[in-house]
């Protein structure tokens, strides 16, 4: 079993919908997670980042993990057909900070 | 440009032949990373440096790999006697140590692809 799992899908949605984005975890020692977005042949770059359990919200991005349940996610509300990329989770302990990622989703956003 | 920059961006050899990647960090970052990337799989740590010192190395780095960031700055990573496994995006990613003020967040470079026949 991997440390990360998170579901590759692809996920097709049209445009205006709202997105939940997923992953699962093992380590209860993942304190910081982030998402990164990765558009094809393209390095990640980082979309939101928390810190312990909690929600944050960054314009149409809400990020929410649930430490208890090892389970964390992403929303994008009015998705744009510019969403459509690979969204990778990732998780670190404290003291390295050193990511570690799940396999990413591919999200579809169609006109 | 202030962004990662790796090269070269793509890279076809023979099985056996040895390949150098380079990567050339945010300026003012002191940690450097390199990951390994497979189709339809998320980026897989390989080593990272504080400043020239290499800090950790995964289980995934075999003794055919190879990374050294001699004076903090740039960073190379060779692998040896190349085999097909091999064949993946090396993604380079920099930060600043994570602090009160900062996340630590990667800057991740385009990657390097490396096709192994």
């Known amino acids: 079993q991997k440390e990360v799992e998170q579901d590759p899908g692809p996920l097709s949605v049209p445009e205006g919908a709202i997105v939940s984005l997923n992953c699962t975890y093992s380590?209860?020692?993942?304190?910081?997670f982030m998402w990164y977005r990765q558009y094809s042949r393209k390095g990640p770059e980082l979309l939101m980042y928390?810190?312990?359990?909690g929600n944050k919200e960054d314009g149409r991005f809400t990020a929410q993990v649930d430490k208890s349940s090892k389970y964390i996610s992403l929303f994008i509300r009015d998705s744009q057909p510019s969403d459509s990329a690979t969204y990778l989770c990732?998780?670190?302990?404290?003291?390295?900070?050193?990511?570690?990622f799940g396999r990413g989703t591919s999200l579809i956003v169609h006109p | 440009d202030t962004g990662v920059s790796q090269d070269p961006r793509h890279k076809i050899t023979k099985r056996g032949q040895n390949v150098t990647f380079r990567c050339d960090p945010i300026?003012?970052?002191?940690?450097l990373y390199w990951y390994r990337q497979t189709l339809g799989q998320g980026p897989e740590f390989l080593t990272y440096?504080?400043?020239?010192?290499?800090?950790?190395k995964s289980r995934l780095l075999s003794d055919r790999f190879s990374a050294e960031r001699p004076k903090g700055s740039f960073s190379t990573l060779e692998i040896q006697r190349t085999e097909q496994g091999d064949s993946a995006m090396y993604l380079c990613?920099?930060?600043?140590?994570?602090?009160?003020?900062?996340?630590?967040?990667?800057?991740f470079g385009e990657g390097s692809r490396l096709t192994v026949l």
């Open positions: 990613a920099s930060s600043t140590p994570p602090g009160t003020l900062n996340t630590g967040e990667l800057f």
């Open positions: 380590n209860s020692a993942f304190q910081y």
């Open positions: 928390t810190y312990s359990s």
């Open positions: 990732a998780m670190s302990v404290g003291g390295s900070y050193i990511p570690t």
């Open positions: 300026s003012e970052h002191n940690r």
């Open positions: 440096f504080q400043n020239e010192a290499q800090l950790e």
